[in-house]
């Protein structure tokens, strides 16, 4: 079956760094995209990776090892705003889109 | 770019009342249209997918007839909930992709539905 593991909550420190991992194990892979949903918000974007390594965008970064099935979201400066969930969701060979249960945010002062 | 436009944010309605829910691309044309369940604290539910032009295919458990889907335009999909009960309230959230390829999927606002 098609699988895709992430902590369910983590804790952090406003203005430190945090990493929330991803495993997945699909049949097929076409990509691996990141979202942060706020609470009763929609998904928005944040990343992609298709190819190995790391993808930076700001405050931001995402790593992809496609050998080791493994993904992580990296948040630098972390900011109150940054508390909400982030959705791991990976493009298998259909370009179906396989999410994670989410990881839970919680950022304190 | 790629904003998506979802209406209504809010439905509360009576029971056996049918509902639609309109999910538009704004700036760009979606061949590809998905529809979401959330329910509270869960993750997103696929219900169905939908390209400009032909049927839905639903997710495994999700009643075509109850969940009407028709994606009548490359920047058009509604979803209709026919004779809504209670246990239909949740969160819908429908998301717009430019291709077949994997291209983000960029989300509307979401609909919160309450069925009294």
């Keep these: ?109 | 770019g790629a904003v998506v436009s979802q209406h209504p944010s809010w439905v509360i309605c009576k029971s056996g009342t049918s509902v639609k829910i309109e999910c538009r691309s704004l700036d760009f044309q979606a061949t590809t249209m998905f529809w979401y369940r959330q329910f509270p604290k869960q993750s997103l539910m696929l219900m169905a997918t939908s390209n400009e032009g032909s049927k839905a295919t639903y997710e495994q458990g999700v009643e075509k007839d109850k969940f009407l889907i028709n994606h009548a335009s490359l920047t058009l999909s509604t979803l209709t909930v026919t004779s809504a009960h209670p246990e239909d309230s949740s969160f819908y959230i429908c998301s717009a992709s430019e291709g077949r390829e994997a291209q983000p999927q960029h989300f509307g606002d979401g609909t919160r539905l309450s069925i009294l």
């Design chain 1, 1 to 109: 079956g098609q699988n895709i593991d992430q902590p369910t909550e983590m804790t952090a420190t406003e203005g430190a760094i945090v990493q929330i991992n991803c495993t997945y194990q699909t049949s097929g892979f076409n990509g691996l995209f990141w979202y942060q949903q706020h609470a009763g918000e929609a998904p928005t974007f944040l990343s992609y990776n298709v190819l190995d390594g790391l993808e930076e965008k700001g405050r931001f970064s995402s790593f992809l090892s496609r050998s080791k099935g493994y993904s992580y979201l990296l948040l630098k400066e972390l900011q109150m705003k940054d508390s909400a969930s982030y959705l791991c969701a990976v493009s298998d060979s259909n370009y179906q889109l396989i999410w994670g249960a989410g990881t839970k945010l919680i950022i304190k002062p």
